[in-house]
């Protein structure tokens, strides 16, 4: 079976919050990846940053429908976070903050996605 066959297979099996936390993952390793670059490789920077700032959008975006599982409060948090991550996203390509923070709160997310599998 081929890699593509594999993957199209496995993503049709996956619970929502499986394909969150795995692009929670990918988007994290890239962000990872770019925290390690020169900080003239400019278009590695951007794409992680950029990938990581939709996949928060998307998350925001979906809490504002009002057919969101979550409760209100969870809701306003994720969009909160959403807002942070714009914001902080900003500082970092200007050379004022670290890709350090966005990793950890990915990774949370990530820590918080694997609790709920667990327990469900």
Do not use: K
């Given at each position: 079976?081929?890699?593509?066959?594999?993957?199209?297979?496995?993503?049709?099996?996956?619970?929502?919050?499986?394909?969150?936390?795995?692009?929670?993952?990918?988007?994290t390793?890239a962000?990872?990846?770019?925290?390690?670059?020169?900080?003239?490789?400019?278009?590695?920077?951007?794409?992680?940053?950029?990938?990581?700032?939709?996949?928060?959008?998307?998350?925001?975006?979906?809490?504002?429908?009002?057919?969101?599982?979550?409760?209100?409060?969870?809701?306003a948090?994720?969009?909160?976070?959403?807002l942070?991550?714009?914001?902080?996203?900003?500082?970092?390509?200007?050379?004022?903050?670290?890709?350090?923070?966005?990793?950890?709160?990915?990774?949370?997310?990530?820590?918080?996605?694997?609790?709920?599998?667990?327990?469900?």
């Amino acid at each position: 079976m081929s890699l593509q066959a594999y993957t199209a297979a496995a993503t049709r099996t996956e619970s929502p919050r499986d394909m969150e936390y795995r692009l929670f993952g990918q988007v994290t390793r890239a962000l990872v990846h770019a925290s390690g670059v020169e900080p003239t490789d400019v278009a590695t920077r951007i794409d992680a940053l950029d990938w990581n700032r939709r996949l928060w959008s998307a998350l925001a975006t979906d809490c504002t429908s009002p057919h969101n599982a979550l409760g209100q409060s969870m809701r306003a948090q994720i969009i909160s976070l959403s807002l942070f991550v714009n914001r902080h996203s900003s500082a970092v390509m200007r050379g004022e903050e670290t890709f350090q923070d966005l990793i950890d709160l990915n990774r949370m997310m990530m820590q918080g996605l694997s609790g709920q599998q667990q327990a469900a």
